[in-house]
């Protein structure tokens, strides 16, 4: 069985920090996809990162460039996604996702219904 497991979630002040985690629990003999989403009412999910596990590259969605950092530990089977410079409408609720998408498809542009997800962690950032 496969689970992920956010957490970090909580409010911040606009201007502030704030790391999410999600356990994966994934096996370590297979290449995955990792990426977090994020969704607020009235909008669709988006995502906002990814990084392969292949060769740990990474690509983010423009509207968090520069402010957000995905990694990961496969030793620990760890999911991190470092968040600064918040604005207001960084709030959302954040995922954690995985599927088996090559380095070449693990594009936030090019992400659509992922294998496995957690139940996300409510990120509040306030002005």
């Known amino acids: 069985q496969v689970e992920l497991v956010e957490s970090g979630g909580g409010s911040v002040q606009a201007g502030g920090s704030r790391r999410l985690s999600c356990a994966t629990m994934?096996?370590?003999?297979?290449?995955?996809?990792l990426a977090w989403f994020r969704q607020s009412p009235g909008k669709e999910r988006e995502a906002v990162a990814t990084?392969?596990?292949?060769?740990?590259?990474?690509t983010y969605a423009e509207s968090v460039q520069g402010r957000f950092t995905i990694s990961q530990d496969n030793a620990n089977k760890a999911l991190y996604l470092q968040m600064d410079s918040l604005k207001p409408e960084d709030t959302a609720t954040y995922f954690c996702?995985?599927?088996?998408?090559?380095?070449?498809?693990?594009?936030?542009?090019?992400?659509?219904?992922?294998?496995?997800w957690g139940k996300g962690t409510l990120v509040t950032i306030s002005s």
């Open positions: 990084i392969s596990t292949a060769d740990s590259s990474t």
């Open positions: 994934l096996s370590t003999y297979n290449s995955y996809c």
């Open positions: 996702a995985a599927d088996w998408f090559p380095p070449s498809r693990c594009l936030v542009g090019r992400l659509s219904d992922m294998r496995y």
